[in-house]
């Protein structure tokens, strides 16, 4: 119960901002709710009217109508309804209009009720989307400000999930909820109230059997409660399955995958069926049961009617009566949903507000220091890093000088992008500091650290937009003519002009209508927009044939004069020229010096750089 109330409370932080609108959906949802009685109340004064209207004044036709309404009723409609009734009483045609007026009122309250529902729904849905939208772009826009590691270690699928699916139940709460709570609550005390007013013992005598309504509602109630947690958890595991099917299709289609992943989605799917059909029940078994109970009331009356004799209600009062008894039905069984649908919407945000209770691993500082990277040296200094136990990183010192060249080399996986994922602040290293000029990096704003830098990695991610949007992601705002020279420098000029939309050209999900060469040159193009005086290159000229790689390559360097460049290789002929070069072993720096000097020292280099030359001889010169 407490959680629930504070489940609530978020649920009103979020939708506080359009509390007007919700106010209004509120206020037209109360009158709805008033109206229903009045419905019935017309209802049976005009079935009293056309069918005895000649026995009894009109005050007595109209007694089924509460008091406040009838001193409301002003003195030309009364008059109006009096000549009406006169008119039924001898010949209707005496006063056609009046008598059409008289009928009129039926659907005039109808009317009335049904613009208020209308309203009702429209506003607080109205206040409902916004709320959830402004909810869907905070939780984005948290997502976006945590840190890599978060990234690593959650399914992307399932923060989709999250943001659509989660949130879209989380609606129909505040959307639909908060329609039940008031509207039918105040229709159900008009009705009962009416009821007691008019027919007190009757009304009494088909409520023995209501209490046992609450058994089919409380027991139901908490099967929904386990089921729903689960249902959303299978929901976000086929978002998985479908998202790596459908990014892996390649290789699916090519290891002829098909029915292995239709198998696992099949599983996965049918895991939703137990627990939707549980919720189905829930919400459609009360229902009727309540239907039945209602019934059963009704023919306790009927009973009583027949064996008690006595004071038989008139029919226009017995038929409002049944109306009435039967209109407490359908809110009756919204409510009994009511409890249902806040368990499952509190069961999608108890996620969704994990989510935004995640703190970046990656700290702001509270008073960032500027930075300026031109012209500053970069020290690595005693640096640990490890993956949760896997150390990564053990020991690392490296000092590059503002504008050097260095190579860092050595066997796949002994931690060359992890170092500079630390550069980037990707992660912060469990010991050691990362200076720039001096300035530990964790005191400037990760946002400034990284506009210093500009990176190519080893997987080049393009964006689904057009070639020139891709380039000028480097640094927004870029003019047409730097887009141009930049792919010109990166030599993606020639072959973006053969393509016929040109620098319009969509490249694809992942770039996927582009070749890996040609990615790689649009990214390597997009590094040269931003124009940062430091740049990390990993494997940046892996995916270009040897001739286009001579080219990009020359093209980098001109890109590096100036800049502190940190560049990944496994081609070693590429960084023969560097100042420096690092080679790792297993997260440690083995070797540091010049190509000359490293050659020389017959150790890890050598040894690398003579396997390559056995193998690619003419490169390795
Ligand atoms: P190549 O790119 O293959 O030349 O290797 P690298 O030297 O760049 O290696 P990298 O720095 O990417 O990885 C170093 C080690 O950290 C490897 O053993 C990886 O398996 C591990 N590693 C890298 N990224 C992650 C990660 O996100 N999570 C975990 N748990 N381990 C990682
Ligand atoms: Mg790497």
Redesign the pocket.
Known sequence: MADMLSFLRKVWELARPYRVRLFLGVLAGAIAGILEPLVIAAFTAVFHLIFSPGTEPLSRHLKNVPQFVQDAIPQVVWNWLETARQALAGSAKAHPAAVIGLVAVIPAVMFLRGLFSYLNIYFLQWAAIRAITDLRVRLFEHLMNLSAGFF?ATNSAELMSRITLDTTNLQSIIGNATAVIVKDPVTLIGLLVYLLLKQPKLTLISMVVMPLCVIPIAVYGRKVRRSAGSLQDHYAELSNVMSEAFTGNRIVKAYNLEPTVVERFRDTARKLIGHTMRIVRAMEIPGPLLELFGAVGVAFVFLYLAFAGGDRASYSDFLGFLLAIFSMYRPIKNLSRLQNNLVQARAASDRIFELLATTSTIPEPANPKPLSAVGKDIQFENIKFA??E?P?LQGINLTVKAGQFVALV??????????T?LLLRFYDPQQGVVRIGGIDIREVSTRELRNQIAVVT?ETALFNETIRRNIELGRLGVSEAEIIAAAQHAHAHGFIMEKPQGYETVVGERGVAVSGGQRQRIAIARAITRNAPILIL??ATNSLDAESESIVQAALEELMQGRTTFC?A?RLSTIQRADVIAV?EQ?RIVELGRHAELLNRNGVYRRLYEMQFRTEPEEAK
Do not use: A, M, P
């Open positions: 690593n993956f949760g896997k990564v050595g066997s796949t996986g002994s931690g060359k992008t992890t170092l994922n080893q990993d494997e990944i496994h790792f997260g």
